[in-house]
């Protein structure tokens, strides 16, 4: 937390920023897990063959680990070339490339299973396990108390500076509401 204060003498104003801060736990996860294959141009068809059996493989994983199925969103196949800038003479290569999206409610749940994902590259599927990302859903509801305990910590702070001045501190003219941040614990952001 932090402080800026400004004592204008002229119009015998305090300005004073409050802050006030508390801890949250996420109530909703999202998981992006990304299934790949590297592939000649003439083992394009028998490529995404094969990425229709990943993704089998790794829905019937999710499944197994109690992740429901309208917890699971899954984009088209990608196929993106694979330019090489040296003399290399083979045929032309391409990385096929498939995000499925897990967002779910049970952030304990996905937060295990993706340290266990690498279960299925002992199956021959080559599957990335992104980052984590965490949220707190009923943030709005929580800004209205954060509100007010800032607002009760910008008065302690004028009063301390007020007294310290030889003075006192009046009824509030003005008021407005900087952002709400959500940072990780001990997080230097």
């Not at 000649?40 to 999710?62: C, I, K, P």
């Not at 109690?66 to 391409?94: H, K, M, N, W």
């Not at 279960?119 to 396990?129: F, M, N, P, Q, R």
């Amino acid at each position: 937390s932090y402080t800026f204060y400004a004592v204008r003498s002229f119009d015998n104003v305090l300005t004073v920023t409050g802050s006030a801060k508390t801890r949250v736990t996420s109530d909703s996860v999202k998981w992006t897990v990304t299934l790949t294959r590297k592939v000649t141009e003439a083992g394009v068809s028998g490529g995404y063959a094969q990425m229709d059996r990943d993704l089998v493989a790794l829905q019937d994983f999710l499944r197994t680990n109690s992740v429901l199925d309208e917890d699971v969103t899954t984009t088209p196949v990608f196929l993106e070339e694979i330019f090489r800038y040296d003399d290399y003479a083979g045929p032309r290569e391409f990385n096929l490339r498939q995000n499925v999206v897990i967002q779910s409610a049970d952030v304990t749940q996905v937060d295990a299973l993706s340290k266990s994902v690498s279960e299925l590259s002992s199956k021959g599927i080559l599957v990335t396990g992104n980052w984590l990302e965490f949220y707190v859903t009923k943030l709005p509801e929580l800004r209205v108390s954060l509100l007010a305990d800032a607002v009760t910590d910008a008065r302690a702070r004028a009063e301390q500076i007020a007294v310290a001045g030889g003075q006192s501190v009046g009824n509030l003219k003005a008021a407005s509401s900087g952002v709400v941040q959500v940072l990780a614990p001990n997080s230097i952001e």
